[in-house]
């Protein structure tokens, strides 16, 4: 039986531990709301046991968590640790009780809570759950570099698999956010033992005909990243074959992968987006290895080209434009980052001349952007500059 540092606290008034709702229970209840002597809501967690005691975590609760905790909307850690602050109860063989005193709940030890991100039913999973490892990580020590990376692989994995996912779908009548919904997720848990982060599904679509696209763009998304994460976490896995789809692959999973050096060591995907598994799949440095290899074979099938003219269709949804000459040919369709907004905005707006150097996405009438000059007043020029770069 462990021991943890508590106060003497007066605040607790029990006579017992008597269940009101049990929402666990394996040879006894394990979890369940109970009342203190002047009626105040608790939730009792069994967080330790021996042949003659058992150890439970008390926490004040309310209706509002306990029924988030019965529909699995929030992980049963986070219910019972981030209440500020607790006591630890024992009950002896004989039924009665002492109060060890108040403590912070995040001082018990790490085994004796349950599992990041565990909920009550176990087919009760985030859409997408992302956990980032390393030594140098402590609880709410987390550097902001890793939360920055986790938010912003998981955004920029999503657009490129989801724009190669509906590279051959119809436009016409799509609404605003359409596009940007599928990889500006929601974001609806952290926790902070290493760093995770869950996120939701897409915002539901107000247009019900847009049903059909959605399921079809999750259903390829899924299929691809299910298959690269197994093509990456695998031992000894073949190549990928020189495609535009292992291209979409190899760059979303460049985004999740841990870098050669740095905080984080290890990042395990998780969620029904990965196809729901109970392990999740786990990065190291040596998926990362992997990954930058095959980005640099793949890159053979792409060619960086530069093209002078001007910005037009403006899609701010599908951070994409059109780039077109001064007599309004079409010279490419062209997609860029959140990092580039600004820039191509710009030139939009003050349908500026520019020249931009693009990769020539294979397979596909896209190009994704690298730089972006705005040409001088007397630079201006009618036709296409381009060569391999």
Not at 263 to 274: A, K, N
Request: net charge negative; hydrophobic share 40%.
């Amino acid at each position: 039986m462990w021991t943890v540092v508590t106060r003497p606290s007066q605040a607790l008034w029990l006579k017992g531990l008597v269940p009101e709702r049990v929402l666990d229970e394996y040879d006894g209840p394990r979890l369940f709301t109970m009342r203190s002597d002047q009626n105040d809501l608790l939730l009792a967690y069994l967080c330790a046991q021996d042949a003659e005691v058992e150890r439970f975590l008390v926490v004040p609760t309310n209706d509002m968590i306990i029924n988030d905790l019965e529909k699995s909307e929030i992980a049963v850690r986070d219910a019972l640790v981030g209440r500020g602050w607790s006591w630890l109860v024992d009950r002896m063989k004989d039924g009665s009780i002492s109060i060890l005193g108040a403590l912070d709940p995040s001082a018990v030890p790490e085994d004796a809570l349950p599992t990041h991100g565990a909920r009550l039913s176990p087919n009760a999973q985030p859409f997408l759950c992302l956990k980032m490892i390393g030594e140098a990580m402590a609880p709410k020590r987390v550097p902001a570099s890793v939360i920055e990376r986790a938010v912003k692989g998981v955004t920029s994995a999503a657009r490129i698999l989801t724009r190669y996912a509906q590279r051959r779908m119809p436009t016409t009548g799509r609404p605003a956010e359409s596009f940007r919904r599928y990889y500006d997720l929601p974001v609806v848990a952290f926790a902070f033992g290493s760093f995770e982060i869950e996120f939701d599904r897409p915002t539901p679509d107000p247009q019900a005909q847009l049903d059909l696209e959605e399921s079809q763009t999750l259903a390829t998304v899924q299929t691809l990243l299910v298959r690269g994460l197994q093509w990456a976490s695998g031992p000894g896995a073949e190549e990928l074959p020189q495609t535009a789809e292992s291209s979409a692959i190899v760059e979303a999973l460049a985004h999740l992968a841990p870098s050669q050096k740095g905080t984080v060591s290890r990042v395990e995907v998780s969620g029904t987006l990965v196809g729901g598994s109970q392990s999740p799949f786990s990065l190291t440095r040596a998926s990362g290895e992997r990954i930058g290899a095959a980005r640099k074979r793949l890159s053979v099938e792409r060619r960086s080209r530069t093209y002078e003219g001007f910005v037009r269709e403006f899609d701010k949804d599908k951070l994409t434009f059109i780039l077109r000459n001064a007599t309004g040919e079409t010279l490419r369709v062209v997609g860029f980052s959140e990092e580039q907004y600004e820039d191509a905005w710009l030139a939009f707006d003050a349908e500026h001349l520019v020249t931009i150097v693009a990769d020539e996405l294979p397979g596909t009438n896209m190009s994704d952007l690298i730089s972006m000059t705005f040409n001088a007043p007397d630079d201006s020029h009618d036709g296409e500059q381009s060569g391999d770069s």
